[in-house]
């Protein structure tokens, strides 16, 4: 088996745009859950409308910016429209209207009836929005190696794609890190020990939560727009196990921390594809199959977050002392 | 006028106020009228009339089950009536949400203690305090601007920490803090908004004797720097050692209130708390008169009572 290879296709995924993707996305989830207490699980359904906001307005004849708009409204459009009716009630009530309107948003973009805007259940091709943001490229058209990584500079899954989604990420943890040391930041960890314990001190705790909800989503309709600039639209690509995964990533870096989501997309992504990656070497494959390697691949993944559940419940960047709190 | 003649003033005025339940007060800082909430037909509160008067201690006792945290939890939002309005310091505040009730000046604590477990001790009394920018979203972004607020508002913290025998607790949990501590901490953080009215729902259960006195001497200090406090406490060796009022509670009805020393030399009200007396009606004013009386009637209706369990099928 080729060491070399697999540690290179195992670098190249951890830092390729399905990571900073979501790591986005759990970043926006650790606002909903780490800071605040909600519970949001359709994470997937803001990354499936940031991506549909970003290719249908580009589509449409949008400049980049304006599409990075689009996508960040739809977002808070959704946000809102989850949060208004739902925050005023106990927790639960999001978690279940989050899901089910993930599901609707990815039922209505694979309908026939919209095909002509969104590609029904085919998607939109990567090439059909994909110009403009290649396009504002810096970079020569090449393909450049770093290290034992090569790839293109700007076409799909490419330096330049890397660059603006790492920066991203960089931005979107020092926003974090500022949030969560200030005033507000503590108004929100409030709500998430007692919220009637914050609204006795004066705080209007239903705007604060909207206030989170709106902004988690924010992140993960930017996920979502990293997520298909590497590739294309297509409705089924981000439906439930994606905020699954999402939540997989959270819990598995240490929620409530800044860097956790990050560093929980790196390692669970790298897991996964050195895990698929060795069997595929190891196994002769009429053994296991190609599928089934791909299979096993997810079940090892799962059987090694259970066994860190068990023994490291607060993820790795998390505080043990805080858990034990809780527990009480 | 300083705080001191305010607040004598303020008690000297009680005592030409009659000893009947829902009397009005000179200058009363909150009124509630006709407040009612009933629970499946049970009614848990059912206040025709109540005035707290301004500057002074009251404080609501009764048995348990007499509607005093439900009457708390109305006036400060976190209940909705059946019926009834309340004006607090000129403001009506029927309705309005348990945050702005707060932002009122009308500041609770719960009887059950709701310490926010995974923050320290000193986050805990900050999230207490007013008028922080770096609260809005927009503004927390730039240290700069809220930076000076938050040095006040710490230094605040710590003096009331040390006033409280917190201060060396400030960077634990809060939710590795004892029962009482718990109890002291809500307290302290309920005072860090400078509140005009403080309510507190037992604040002295599970508080260690030596503590209780050190804790009556900052309530009192509490009243005489312009606070008024309305508790709820069953300790009625407290009760008779500050409060300057007393309201009695029973059934969600305000049955007595007086000057402590009289309520609480009230056979009938000695007797509503002893449970004697749940199906007499305390409401009636020659009961209160007759105190002697109510003894023998105790035992009669002890009696009484012990046959009708007999005759139930
Ligand atoms: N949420 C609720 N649902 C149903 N009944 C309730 C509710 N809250 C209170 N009650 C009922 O209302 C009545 C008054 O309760 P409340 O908690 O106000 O009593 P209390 O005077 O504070 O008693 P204690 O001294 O024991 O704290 C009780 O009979 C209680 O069972
Ligand atoms: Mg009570």
Redesign the interface.
């Known amino acids: 088996m080729d060491f070399g290879q697999l540690l290179t296709n195992v670098l190249t995924e951890m830092t390729g745009p399905t990571a900073i993707a979501y790591a986005l996305a759990a970043i926006g989830l650790n606002i909903h859950f780490g800071l605040t207490g909600l519970i949001n699980m359709g994470q997937a359904g803001f990354m499936l409308l940031g991506a549909y906001g970003f290719a249908v307005s580009t589509i449409a004849g949008a400049p980049l910016w304006l599409a990075f708009l689009v996508a960040i409204g739809a977002a808070v459009v959704f946000a809102l429209i989850l949060g208004l009716p739902t925050l005023k009630l106990r927790g639960d009530y999001l978690a279940i209207v989050t899901i089910a309107a993930a599901e609707i948003v990815r039922m209505v973009g694979r309908s026939t009836a919209l095909t002509e805007i969104t590609g029904g259940s085919e998607g939109l091709t990567g090439n059909s929005f994909k110009s403009t943001f290649q396009d504002a490229s810096p970079l020569p058209d090449d393909r450049w190696a770093l290290g034992p990584v090569t790839l293109a500079t700007n076409a799909s899954n490419s330096w330049w794609l890397r660059i603006v989604g790492w920066t991203l990420v960089l931005l979107a943890c020092l926003f974090v890190w500022r949030l969560v040391r200030s005033p507000w930041g503590r108004v929100l960890r409030g709500i998430r020990e007692d919220e009637d314990a914050v609204r006795a001190l004066g705080k209007n705790v239903y705007s604060y939560k909207l206030q989170a909800l709106v902004l988690g989503g924010v992140f993960g309709a930017l996920g979502g727009v990293v997520f298909v600039l590497a590739s294309s639209v297509q409705a089924d690509s981000l439906g439930r196990p994606v905020t699954f995964n999402t939540w997989t990533i959270l819990l598995l870096g240490g929620a409530a921390t800044v860097l956790g989501p990050v560093l929980g997309s790196l390692l669970f992504w790298g897991a996964l594809v050195f895990v698929r990656g060795f069997l595929r070497g190891a196994v002769p494959a009429d053994v296991l199959s190609v599928q089934q390697v791909e299979q096993i691949g997810w079940v090892l993944v799962g059987i090694t977050l259970i066994l860190l559940i068990v023994f490291r419940p607060q993820g790795i960047l998390g505080d043990k002392k805080e858990l034990a709190i809780n527990a009480r | 006028m300083p705080a001191e003649q305010v607040v004598d003033q303020a008690r000297r005025s009680l005592h030409a106020v009659a000893r009947t339940p829902g009397v009005p007060k000179p200058d009363p800082l909150l009124v509630a009228d006709g407040v009612r909430r009933s629970f499946g037909g049970v009614n848990a509160v059912d206040v025709d009339h109540l005035e707290v008067q301004k500057h002074v201690i009251t404080a609501l006792i009764g048995p348990n089950g007499a509607g005093k945290t439900t009457f708390f939890n109305l006036m400060?939002g976190?209940d909705r009536p059946d019926t009834g309005s309340w004006v607090f310091d000129g403001t009506p505040l029927g309705g309005v949400?348990?945050?702005?009730v707060?932002?009122a000046g009308m500041?609770?604590?719960?009887q059950l203690t709701?310490?926010?477990?995974?923050?320290t001790v000193l986050?805990n009394m900050?999230?207490?305090a007013?008028d922080?920018p770096?609260?809005?979203?927009f503004?927390?972004?730039v240290?700069p601007l809220?930076a000076p607020r938050?040095r006040e508002i710490t230094d605040k913290a710590m003096a009331l920490l040390e006033r409280f025998k917190l201060d060396a607790k400030k960077d634990d949990?809060a939710?590795?803090l004892s029962g009482g501590q718990r109890k002291l901490l809500?307290m302290a953080?309920?005072l860090?908004?400078d509140p005009t009215l403080v309510m507190l729902d037992e604040p002295m259960a599970g508080v260690n004797p030596a503590l209780t006195q050190s804790l009556l001497g900052h309530i009192t200090d509490l009243r005489d720097t312009g606070t008024t406090v309305l508790f709820v406490e069953h300790d009625m060796h407290m009760v008779r050692h500050i409060s300057d009022w007393v309201v009695v509670m029973a059934q969600g009805q305000v049955v007595a209130e007086g000057p402590p020393g009289e309520v609480m030399a009230d056979q009938a009200v000695i007797d509503a708390y002893l449970g004697a007396h749940h199906d007499t009606d305390l409401g009636d004013d020659a009961l209160l008169d007759e105190g002697g009386v109510i003894d023998a009637e105790a035992e009669a209706e002890a009696e009484a009572e012990a046959d009708t369990e007999e005759k139930k099928p």
């Open positions: 400060t976190f949400a348990a945050s702005r707060a932002k500041v609770r604590t719960f709701k310490a926010l477990a995974r923050m986050e900050r999230l207490g007013r922080q770096g609260e809005n979203l503004t927390a972004l240290k809220w938050e949990f939710g590795s809500e953080r309920a860090m908004s």
